[in-house]
Nanobody, 126 residues
Framework: QLQLVESGGGLVQPGGSLRLSCAAS????????IGWFRQAPGKEREGVSC????????DYTDSVKGRFTISRDNAKNTVYLQMASLKPEDTAVYYC???????????????????WGQGTQVTVSS
């Protein structure tokens, strides 16, 4: 059974940092592009970042560029999203998702992905 489990969310003050993890079980991540998405209350789920199978391509939505960093550790079957300089508008449930793609591709569209984790809450507030 393919399963993704996110962790690392929590409550952090503005300007703080968090590292989210996405661990896979039942399959190996090295054959998948991985995306991080987030959904705030009353809003649609949006793409935050993605990383290609090769790791050579990494994309970010404009609002997180320079603050968030995506990485993958295939040996640990885990993907990370390092988040720094957090803002209240980053508050959302964060999800990871995977899709089989050519090694250099990295989709940011939610509809491209077919396997999702259950999400982890990130709250940025003083």
């Amino acid at each position: 059974q393919l399963q993704l489990v996110e962790s690392g969310g929590g409550l952090v003050q503005p300007g703080g940092s968090l590292r989210l993890s996405c661990a896979a079980s039942g399959f190996t991540l090295d054959r998948y592009a991985i995306g991080w998405f987030r959904q705030a209350p009353g809003k649609e789920r949006e793409g935050v970042s993605c990383i290609s199978i090769s790791g050579g391509r990494r994309d970010y939505t404009d609002s997180v560029k320079g603050r968030f960093t995506i990485s993958r550790d295939n040996a640990k079957n885990t993907v990370y999203l390092q988040m720094a300089s957090l803002k209240p508008e980053d508050t959302a449930v964060y999800y990871c998702a995977v899709v089989r793609t050519p090694p250099v591709l990295c989709p940011m569209r939610r509809t491209s992905y077919n396997t999702w984790g259950q999400g982890t809450q990130v709250t940025v507030s003083s």
